[in-house]
T-cell receptor, first 115, second 114 residues
Framework: AQKVTQAQTEISVVEKEDVTLDCVYE???????LFWYKQPPSGELVFLIR??????QNEISGRYSWNFQKSTSSFNFTITASQVVDSAVYFC????????????FGQGTELSVKP | EAEVAQSPRYKITEKSQAVAFWCDPI?????LYWYRQILGQGPELLVQ????????DSQLPKDRFSAERLKGVDSTLKIQPAELGDSAMYLC????????????FGQGTRLTVV
């Protein structure tokens, strides 16, 4: 069975602080995909990144960066110099190659960035 | 920019009534998903279509929920009769492929059963 755990339920930071959102996943499959989505108060899930299990390269996109470590089954997300507009619920998700793209989500981390 | 369209955005219904949600995926996306998100939790898959065929409906409560995608484009999710525990956000998503491509989500339908 697959599982995604986001241990941090809520995080509150002050603007311009760096913040890291943790994600730990479980799967026995060797081919899988990891995702991060952002859910602002309006409700839609906004795609941020997709990683496959064979690509452990870290990725940076502007103020966002992702650290994928298979050895610890983690896929952590860091926001550098946070801004008020980053306030949202962030979800980590896992899909396994032979399950048709079904996403298994973590419980989400609610990030609040205060001015 | 192409997006997944859902309607209605909000729906309030009395328990035991029927309710339906509509989703129009991004043009060309063969895979369509319906997820249910209970407040404070992550979304969970209800049903997945590949074109007009159901690929996975193992988590769909089939005694009261039904879903269809007749022409392999837009889709309807129905609940009859609605129960108090069905109050949740219902999210539709679509993707080009399965698993190796990202899914794009609509704004969802927030259902309140009273």
């Amino acid at each position: 069975a697959q599982k995604v755990t986001q241990a941090q339920t809520e995080i509150s930071v002050v603007e311009k602080e760096d913040v890291t959102l943790d994600c730990v996943y479980e799967t026995r499959d060797t081919t899988y995909y990891l995702f991060w989505y952002k859910q602002p108060p309006s409700g839609e899930l906004v795609f941020l990144i997709r990683r496959n299990s064979f690509d452990e390269q870290n990725e940076i996109s502007g103020r966002y960066s992702w650290n994928f470590q298979k050895s610890t089954s983690s896929f952590n997300f860091t926001i550098t110099a946070s801004q008020v507009v980053d306030s949202a619920v962030y979800f980590c998700a896992l899909s396994v190659w032979n399950q048709g793209g079904k996403l298994i989500f973590g419980q989400g981390t609610e990030l609040s960035v205060k001015p | 920019e192409a997006e997944v369209a859902q309607s209605p955005r909000y729906k309030i219904t009395e328990k035991s009534q029927a309710v339906a949600f509509w989703c129009d995926p991004i043009s060309g996306h063969a895979t369509l998903y319906w997820y249910r998100q209970i407040l404070g939790q992550g979304p969970e898959l209800l049903v997945q279509f590949q074109d007009e065929s159901v690929v996975d409906d193992s988590q769909l409560p089939k005694d009261r929920f039904s879903a269809e995608r007749l022409k392999g484009v837009d889709s309807t999710l129905k609940i009859q009769p609605a129960e108090l525990g069905d109050s949740a956000m219902y999210l539709c998503a679509s993707s080009l492929g399965q698993g190796d491509t990202e899914a794009f989500f609509g704004q969802g339908t927030r259902l309140t059963v009273v």
